[in-house]
């Protein structure tokens, strides 16, 4: 989730400012949209996210997902969850929030604990998944979906499974997404990989998400 930003300023210049990797886009919100406080004060462990909501917001928008269920792996405190909310129909959170510890920072069961006063107020539009990302994959039909986001592990492996999983869950039209494309070499070869013929359409926002329109 937002969370691992905190630790982007560590990540080597070279990587992070790499020519070869598409511009970021995004200038605002466009016209007339306001976008409300979203982060209580109080619920901000790890860092404060603000600086990352705008291109997240930006890659919503141009998802275009209003009226869709979309779904949401590695959701970790809910800080993207709670902006995805404003933007999809319904939103399917997937994590196992399992009991380790993000450099330092608490434990993911004291995590899980925010993400779920966070979501307090948006059950109607969330169902929590506690599980991995490919067991939860299995519970949902082929076509269903108008998003996914992919925001779990970051390794090559992991990145590449999560999309061989979840691409065949995305509609026509809908939109395959993720997260940490420019500070993460495995996340830009998966995605250069397996989804090579729809590379075209690559979108790269602020927040180093990154979008692609499934047809």
């Not at 901000?44 to 705008?54: A, E, F, G, I, N």
């Not at 069961?109 to 979501?119: Q, T």
């Not at 939109?175 to 495995?186: F, I």
């Amino acid at each position: 989730g937002l969370a691992l930003q905190c630790a982007q300023a560590a990540r080597p210049k070279a990587l992070r400012e790499s020519p070869d990797l598409p511009k970021l886009i995004g200038g605002g919100h466009g016209p007339g949209l306001e976008v409300q406080p979203l982060f209580p004060r109080k619920l901000r462990p790890l860092c404060d996210p603000h600086h990352v909501v705008d291109g997240l917001v930006d890659m919503y928008l141009a998802a275009g997902c209003q009226g869709r269920s979309a779904v949401e792996v590695g959701c970790w405190s809910g800080e993207s969850s709670e902006v995805a909310c404003q933007y999809v129909d319904h939103l399917h959170c997937v994590d196992e929030w399992r009991d380790w510890k993000l450099d330092g920072g608490p434990i993911a069961s004291s995590v899980e604990d925010l993400f779920d006063a966070r979501m307090a107020r948006l059950a109607d539009k969330v169902t929590k998944i506690k599980a991995s990302s490919l067991e939860a994959a299995s519970k949902f039909a082929d076509g269903s979906l108008g998003l996914v986001y992919l925001d779990g592990d970051h390794s090559y492996e992991s990145v590449r499974s999560d999309i061989a999983a979840w691409l065949p869950k995305v509609m026509s039209g809908g939109c395959l997404a993720g997260h940490d494309y420019r500070n993460y070499p495995g996340v830009v070869q998966a995605v250069g990989e397996l989804l090579s013929s729809m590379k075209a359409n690559l979108q790269v926002f602020r927040d180093t998400s990154w979008l692609i329109r499934v047809s």
